[in-house]
């Protein structure tokens, strides 16, 4: 854990307790690592809506963690903008978050709960759209084509 001094509040969170992406994992390999074995669970389409709400939440959470953790500006090391490993999450994370939320909303009463998630997967979906451009910035159609997909 290498977090640099003045960010040392905003970098806690993610690097100590129960809240670390992966608890004990110092480098993002590790943290990767890990998401690795989760993903396999919910790869398919079938799997994602075969799970319970709770673990297509905890999934989200633990993709949303890895993001937020990698991306932290001062953080060393910190992943550039754009990572594979970074958008990899984020494509994982995306569906999970919004499969939770289309089943919050076919409850009829979402609640606060739903709003609070909304703005974390729309977080994420702006970050993703953010990658995007800074990869491909001179193919309008390659923005969309990888947008369609999301």
């Known amino acids: 854990r290498d977090c640099q001094k003045e960010g040392w509040k905003a970098h806690r969170p993610y690097c100590a307790g129960k809240n670390a992406a ?3 994992g110092t480098t993002w ?3 990767q690592a890990a998401l ?3 993903r ?3 790869d398919r389409p079938e799997e994602r809506q075969a799970a319970s709400e709770a673990e297509l939440l905890e999934a989200f959470e633990m993709f949303e963690r890895f993001v937020t953790k990698w991306v932290q ?3 060393a090391p910190r992943l550039a903008a754009g990572h594979q490993a970074i958008q990899e999450a984020l494509l994982m994370a995306l569906p999970l978050g919004s499969m ?3 089943r919050m909303a076919s409850k009829g009463k979402p609640g606060q709960n739903a709003t609070d ?3 974390r997967v729309s977080r994420l979906a702006r970050l993703h759209l953010r990658h995007v451009k800074l990869l ?3 193919f309008h159609i390659a923005h969309w084509t990888a947008l369609h997909y999301v």
């Open 40 to 42: 396999a669970r919910f």
């Open 29 to 31: 390999q590790e943290d």
């Open 73 to 75: 500006q001062g953080r």
């Open 136 to 138: 491909v910035p001179r």
């Open 22 to 24: 992966v608890p004990g």
């Open 117 to 119: 998630l909304l703005d």
């Open 36 to 38: 690795t074995r989760h």
């Open 100 to 102: 939770v939320l289309w």
